[in-house]
């Protein structure tokens, strides 16, 4: 296996959604739906990446990994054990739901996956926002007095984001985003997500929305008060290290700079801006492929290029 494994994306329909992935990663979306979500890299019952192009065109991610899960995860890779690391592509025409995902300690008993997630704002709009955290001060009874008279936008923490800023969205963490921002998501995989609020809206069916708001207040980390995003500078920095993965950034520019990334475990890399040469392949901007962990590739901009790489899930 010398070349990165790319997959088919499973795009979502979802109200909050648009058509900017057309036009942001020139993707061919499904025509006349609403689509939220680009499921790039999913290893769930219920969504199942697919290879595309290459040696295992057609087959699962879920196959190649029981087939040979050395080769593809690396040493001591328990076959049975699902891929860890969910990647999506968030197109947020309009304010998701106020939600939170159950931490670890509670989710077994909500009958739930706990889910910490990592945002990166490839573009957004001049006004765009996100909501993550509460408000210094907030407590959970005036959380639950402000559910009941529709004034719970007063408890939670709302700041501007700019493009290629990050922030870890951990279980626990009650958040929205604000209309007007393309996001990259890399998180745990897991489906599980309480919505508390969904500002009176009404769902594709034209029916409101369902809630969980017992969940989500059981699930609320109610000490978690105004985290920021962070705007890393240019080269290589961290963005998130958290147990549940790494997630690094690079820039490089095009034909000076490379990055080596070593055999040993696998490792996803999206290439959030421009295009890079990941051995024998060209992957370009709004793409994610797996590097197998029984091969090491050198990465090199072929334009400047920005790519983040996740490691550690395994």
């Known amino acids: 296996m010398s070349k990165p494994i790319y997959f088919k994306p499973i795009y979502q329909e979802r109200v909050w959604g648009g058509r900017n992935l057309d036009r ?51 040493e001591g890779y328990d076959p049975e054990r699902p891929f860890p690391i969910l990647v999506k592509w968030l197109d947020c025409s309009d304010r998701l739901s106020l939600q939170v995902h159950p931490p670890a300690s509670i989710a077994p008993e909500l009958g739930g996956e ?52 990050s922030i870890l969205v951990e279980s626990g963490r009650i958040h929205a985003i604000d209309a007007g921002n393309l996001i990259l998501e890399i998180q745990q995989n897991s489906d599980t997500t309480y919505r508390a609020y969904d500002w009176g809206r009404v769902g594709l069916d034209g029916s409101p929305r369902q809630l969980h708001v017992d969940q989500s207040l059981k699930c609320i980390d109610w000490n978690d008060f105004e985290p920021s995003a962070i705007k890393p500078e240019d080269g290589a920095s961290v963005l998130a290290d958290c147990p549940e993965f790494r997630l690094l950034k690079y820039d490089l520019k095009a034909g000076d700079d490379a990055i080596s990334l070593d055999a040993g475990a696998a490792r996803l890399v999206s290439v959030v801006n421009g295009c890079v040469r990941l051995g024998e392949a060209d992957v370009p901007k709004g ?21 983040l790489v996740t490691d550690r899930f395994t």
């Open 24 to 74: 942001a990663l020139d993707r061919r979306l499904p025509d006349d739906k609403v689509i939220g979500e680009s499921w790039d890299v999913v290893d769930r019952d219920e969504a199942m990446s697919l290879i595309e192009g290459g040696e295992h065109d057609g087959r699962s991610l879920r196959e190649i990994i029981v087939e040979n899960p050395t080769a593809i995860m690396g």
């Open 114 to 165: 706990p889910k910490t997630e990592n945002w990166y704002i490839a573009d957004c709009a001049g006004n765009a926002s996100l909501i993550v955290g509460l408000r210094n001060g907030a407590t959970r009874e005036e959380f639950e007095e402000r559910l009941e008279s529709g004034t719970l936008e007063a408890c939670v923490h709302r700041f501007p984001v700019t493009p290629g800023e």
């Open 287 to 307: 793409a994610t492929v797996l590097l197998p962990a029984c091969d090491g590739f050198d990465a090199t901009a072929l334009e400047d290029a920005t790519l």
